[in-house]
């Protein structure tokens, strides 16, 4: 069946220092989005990405759809440690059904 | 204006028994989905309902099931629990579809924790 992994599953940066995450899917996506899950909170939803080679950025955050919408990353400039938490890519699938990837754990030493 | 309500937030059940959890999504709000969270699975999408009609559906068995009434509350039942379906249950809302959000955002609640032994 439908796979998306995400990678790393951890991952521990310097305050300052920049952060990404990858997810790649097994089949090709017709959208995936993003969340933000802080520890003992739920998922906040950070964006949706649609077209092919799609980049968005969010301040410090930039996020991309590969050109096959097979892949995405999230990618987190000089962090800070309001970035702590862990983020969860979820792809749509052509048949409308919704996979998460593991999720990747940050955390930043200040 | 009021966020994402789950009712209740804690519960126990004994295998066997079913469960009913509620989600009163934010006002105005016409899609309502239903995920489960566990340490060992991770995020799960159960299934979502736009406008009273179930959109999509994730890889659960038919136990679980939901509904969505016309003011856009939304129901999910769990029948013959099992011990693994102990987990945090998360509703999400928003005013479109989130089969393709489109530059719209989709809200949390706190979800429901059910313990089933």
């Known amino acids: 069946g439908q796979q998306v992994m995400q990678i790393p599953q951890y991952q521990h940066v310097q305050e300052g220092e920049d952060f990404t995450t990858y997810c790649n899917s097994s089949?090709?996506?017709?959208?995936i989005q993003w969340y933000k899950q802080r520890p003992g909170g739920h998922p906040v939803f950070l964006i949706q990405?649609?077209?092919?080679?799609e980049v968005k950025k969010q301040k410090r955050l930039t996020f991309q759809f590969g050109e096959a919408k097979k892949n995405s990353s999230l990618h987190i400039t000089a962090t800070q440690t309001t970035d702590v938490g862990t983020y969860f890519c979820?792809?749509?699938?052509?048949?409308?059904?919704?996979?998460f990837g593991q999720g990747t754990t940050l955390q930043v030493k200040p | 204006k009021a966020g994402v309500t789950q009712t209740p937030r804690y519960l126990i059940k004994t295998r066997g028994q079913q469960v009913t959890l509620s989600c009163s999504p934010i006002s105005g709000h016409r899609s309502v989905s239903w995920y489960q969270q566990t340490p060992g699975q991770g995020l799960q999408f159960l299934f979502e309902?736009?406008?009273?009609?179930?959109?999509n559906k994730g890889n659960f068995p038919g136990r679980f099931s939901g509904r969505q009434f016309s003011n856009s509350r939304s129901e999910m039942n769990v029948s013959t629990l099992e011990l693994g379906d102990s987990a945090l249950y998360l509703c999400?809302?928003?005013?479109?579809?989130?089969?393709?959000?489109?530059?719209?955002?989709?809200?949390f609640g706190e979800g429901s924790w059910l313990t089933v032994v």
């Open positions: 990405l649609v077209k092919s080679g």
């Open positions: 979820a792809g749509r699938s052509n048949t409308g059904k919704l996979i």
């Open positions: 999400a809302s928003s005013l479109v579809s989130q089969q393709d959000v489109s530059g719209n955002t989709i809200y």
């Open positions: 309902y736009f406008s009273e009609t179930q959109r």
């Open positions: 089949t090709t996506l017709s959208n």
